[in-house]
């Protein structure tokens, strides 16, 4: 059999690194949904529900370029969505977060508009610290810079369908807590099985009262519909309120 000419012989081995590397997409097609928890997640965007029919979606941003899109509702990428952009661009980004003051960031920033959406950023720096906060109408211009920022790399085209469904507790990090308590004094006379009723689409669940002769009530907010804190908002508003609470000491409304 006579020898494989040079030229040849380097055709072959190209072949051969070919098929063992074609098992791997990430080879060519860059970082994959599929490793993305080996990489380091560096940003994660959720925007919330209101009472319209607001996109609600949560964007993950990965050092390496990655991003997963995950649709909710009212969007038009349902599922798991993927998309890689230079990691030169997600480097000015994560400096840009860097500088921001995320370590000193109240967890909700103060809203006068209770039905707007929410907005959440969690920012995780080089050791992987978490900072998270959220705001809706309100926040530091820098914030107010990152999110506009986050919101354009979500509208950018392109993007590949991974899933059609959504990973159980991967969309939003309180999809796994447990309902919140409130502890709420109604006025005298409000029926409070009425009452609650206009509180069902916030999923709202009346508990127990505090005392037979008392109008303090124990309720509980389901987190994934409305965190307890944007709740306090609407209930400090409702005029059959007198008091409304986190579980713990109760103050009258202002």
Request: glycine share 4%; net charge negative.
């Amino acid at each position: 059999m006579r020898n494989l000419s040079i030229p040849l012989l380097s055709v072959l081995l190209s072949l051969g690194a070919l098929l063992v590397f074609s098992c791997n997409p990430s080879t060519f097609l860059g970082p994959q949904a599929e490793n993305a928890d080996k990489y380091d997640l560096r940003v994660k965007f959720h925007t919330g529900s209101c009472y319209g029919r607001c996109e609600v979606f949560t964007l993950e941003l990965y050092e390496n370029g990655l991003m997963l899109f995950k649709g909710e509702r009212f969007t038009e990428r349902p599922g798991v969505w993927q998309k890689n952009i230079d990691r030169r661009r997600v480097t000015a980004l994560i400096d840009s977060f860097d500088r921001a003051d995320f370590e000193n960031y109240p967890l909700s920033f103060r809203s006068q508009i209770p039905d707007a959406p929410t907005t959440e950023i969690t920012y995780y720096d080089e050791a992987q610290q978490a900072y998270r906060t959220s705001y809706k109408e309100f926040c530091p211009p820098e914030l107010e810079l990152l999110g506009r920022q986050i919101r354009r790399l979500a509208n950018l085209p392109d993007w590949r369908q991974v899933s059609a469904d959504i990973p159980d507790g991967a969309a939003n990090p309180v999809a796994a807590a447990t309902r919140e308590e409130i502890i709420v004094q109604l006025e005298e006379g409000v029926k409070v099985e009425a009452w609650i009723i206009a509180y069902d689409k916030q999923n709202v669940q009346l508990e127990e009262r505090i005392s037979p002769n008392s109008s303090y009530y124990l309720i509980t907010a389901d987190p994934n519909v409305m965190p307890a804190i944007e709740l306090l908002e609407f209930l400090r508003r409702d005029t059959s309120v007198v008091s409304a609470q986190l579980n713990g000491k109760v103050n009258r409304r202002e």
